[in-house]
């Protein structure tokens, strides 16, 4: 089953530019949009298989520090080119408390996670987009390597921060000319 919907004027993701919108199936046979997100930051987790070493290393390590993700207040989920069945099961086996999202054909993958060197195959990356749909970070490493919690996490609090930043200049440009119209009168 492929994506049900993908926003397709991107061909690739790029730091500081949009992020598609798409739709994939949840482990749960439940539709996932990434615009359903807006206004929080998103993790995209892209990983290769369920029950290899890596990956469930991986994702064990997301459930084994789920409080301090959810301390995040970040929406979270998996992608991989299983079924939702095949998740469902993974999920289940291994108590993984984030969605996990089929992606069988990898056009999602393709789009965000592809490495301009290596194989999808022999990939694995995570995406940060911030509450405005920007793409803040972007990783993407081979999938004999799993990427850190503490990376992860420090990535989230940065996207967070720049949409405070956000709200800090647009503050100040509202008080610099509120100040220069009290000034001329």
């Not at 990898?106 to 195959?121: C, M």
Request: proline content about 6%.
């Amino acid at each position: 089953m492929p994506a049900l919907y993908v926003d397709d004027s991107i061909d690739k993701v790029a730091i500081g530019q949009p992020a598609p919108d798409f739709e994939l199936r949840t482990d749960e046979n439940q539709s996932w949009r990434l615009s359903d997100s807006h206004g929080r930051v998103t993790v995209l987790l892209f990983y290769p298989q369920n029950e290899t070493l890596v990956c469930t290393k991986q994702l064990c390590s997301v459930r084994d520090h789920w409080s301090d993700y959810l301390a995040t207040k970040a929406t979270i989920v998996g992608i991989s080119p299983g079924t939702p069945d095949e998740h469902r099961r993974f999920s289940k086996s291994r108590k993984l408390p984030i969605p996990l999202l089929a992606d069988p054909d990898r056009t999602i993958t393709r789009i965000f996670a592809e490495h301009w060197l290596y194989p999808l195959s022999f990939t694995r990356g995570v995406v940060v987009i911030d509450a405005k749909g920007i793409v803040r970070n972007r990783d993407i490493m081979l999938r004999a390597f799993r990427p850190s919690d503490e990376k992860i996490i420090t990535d989230i609090y940065a996207a967070r921060g720049d949409a405070l930043n956000d709200v800090y200049e647009d503050l100040k440009k509202r008080a610099a000319s509120s100040s220069s119209i009290h000034g001329a009168l």
